[in-house]
């Protein structure tokens, strides 16, 4: 690994970075060891001073912070105000952090008691309403997806080291599906989410005849009246479309109005 | 114009002189949900590859000289010196087999653009002289409006055109090289029987049509209809996605972006399709978005197709191949907004599902 970069002979800093989970699965930062091919270049840009997940030596001094997961317990978001305290970037990993994730999904149940007594039985947790790091904290920067696409981050490091913008796509996932010339999933007669989430995951999903479920949250404009009334119209229930909606939680605020009140599965 | 005749099983034989160089056609891809069968282009390897009685394809062959993608250039980077290197794409020749008519006229206005233009673009031309385009006649569906926008016949741009006639072909041929291949096959002159056949055939292909666009005085009516609420009824349903774009055969637009290698020693100049529908097509440096509204967006896309185009090369960027209308989620069909621009309803012919809201 080289001690120095440089980009055309001008010198640039390798920043020090550090990783950090709150309740997630830890699958975002698994990400970040894929790509072996290019894993070393990856690696020689950044120094990763703190990586519960890969290495033992553990710093508190890093300027740019990624964390994975969302916030479920007080105690997280003391993690949390302590990380955002030394971090001069705070990069939200992931639709868990972006979002809530998956894990939001327990805010579907008004009544916290109960699900804790379903749960946990007679073993009390401290547990709160499921919430994304932007609720506690400012974020800079968030890298979208469950899991997080490799090569995006590497996008978003590389130009971190080079003083360049980092700005993901405003526009959905049908504009990368129709660039790989695949048939609309709605054709063959699958929902999708592909009209209305945000690209950048370079339709991963639909390439493998799968339809979106909205992992990276709403595109910079997302006509989600509109698509409920299309997926209506090709027979999907309303219960497929909240489902999808709600899957990874970045469409929380739209699924709120979706559901009519007093339909909430408990509580 | 010459013109020849020659048997059916004359193409397979046409095909095989062909098939040394790479072929692209007609494929089946798929069936969609009401077990319809869904084409595409694609390269094809065996004469029976060939759907030649596909009715349009899903996406345009536009990609075959526009890619989705493309590096302009490629930057090699050490201490002190970078190089370019630029790869201008002297690909082989491709050889399309059976594109239909409104395809052919698509890349014929695409060089008013991309080569005919003070700025050509070299990638683009050295594809375009690279093809030998082997056009066929179709049979029109419901999606189809070509007629209106005078693209339902095409007068250049191919070096054989051909019609369907049952058990033969009816070959109209506009090239050397196309005369010399068929110099290989049997064929012969068209007699009068042949000659009669070919216009009926033409003739009952164009009572097909069941989908009509009013293009009289479309530049001026779309001026005149600048502040129409019906920008804003089609813009409501609008998703902003892009498909409309990605499936024509004739939006060009693009956007180019520099990336820079994990490794720091090469760097890329890259070249990507994108639509006017997508919200910050027209957004610039300091975050201003000249077209913040979905309704705005659409309609600069129509004036561009339909207004824009037509001023400078005094014909429609349109080829009425209906794509955009049939891949759109939501149901927007150029002849159903151009009529609500003009104030009038039009009912399009097999698209009802989409409107039984």
Known sequence: ?267 | MIFKVFKKKELAALYELLAVNAVVGPVRKGTDRHNQPLNDFARVYSFADLALDYSTTVHSPKRFVLPYRKDLARFTVNEQKWRKETDLDTERPVVFFGMHACDINALNKLDKVLAESVYPVSSYIRKRRNMFIIGLNCRPSPQCFCRSMGTDSVLHGYDMFLTDLGDKYFAEISSVTAFNFLQQIKCRDPGPGDERQYEAVTAEKTARFTTEVDTSDLTKILDLEFYSPAWDRWGRKCLSCGTCANVCPTCYCYGVEESVDLNLQEAHKTRFLYSCNLHDFAKVAGGHNFRPLASTRLKYRYYHKHRGFVEAFEESLCVGCGRCGAACLAGITPPEVIADVRGKKKCVHGREEKHDE
Request: aromatic share 8%.
């Open chain 1, 1 to 267: 690994m080289a001690d120095t970069l440089s980009y055309l002979g001008v010198p640039l800093s390798r920043p020090r970075v550090a990783f950090f989970e709150l309740t997630s699965c830890e699958g975002c930062q698994l990400q970040i060891f894929n790509n072996e091919a290019s894993l070393l270049d990856f690696l020689s840009l950044v120094e990763i001073v703190n990586f519960r997940e890969a290495m033992t030596e553990k710093s508190d001094d890093y300027e740019i912070a990624f964390i994975e997961g969302s916030i479920s317990r007080r105690d997280e978001v003391e993690k949390l105000k302590k990380i955002r305290r030394q971090a001069k970037v705070l990069v939200a990993l992931g639709s868990c952090a972006c979002f809530g994730g998956v894990n939001r999904l327990r805010n579907r149940f008004h009544d916290l008691d109960w699900v804790k007594k379903e749960v946990y039985g007679d073993f009390p947790v401290d547990t709160a309403e499921v919430q994304p790091l932007e609720a506690q904290v400012p974020v800079d920067l968030k890298i979208y997806g469950c899991p997080i696409k490799k090569e995006e981050v590497e996008r978003v490091i590389s130009n971190l080291v080079l003083g360049k913008a980092v700005t993901p796509p405003e526009y959905p996932v049908c504009m990368e599906c129709k660039a790989h010339e695949n048939l609309c999933l709605y054709e063959l007669g699958e929902p999708c989410l592909g009209p209305i989430t945000r690209a950048g995951c370079d339709a991963w999903c639909p390439d493998n005849r799968r339809g979106c479920w909205g992992c990276r949250g709403p595109a910079e404009e997302a006509n989600v009246k509109e698509l409920e009334k299309i997926m209506r119209r090709y027979h999907f229930s309303r219960e497929i479309i909240i489902d999808r909606l709600e899957c990874f939680g970045g469409f929380a605020a739209y699924v709120d109005k979706l559901r009519a009140p007093g339909r909430h599965t408990h509580g």
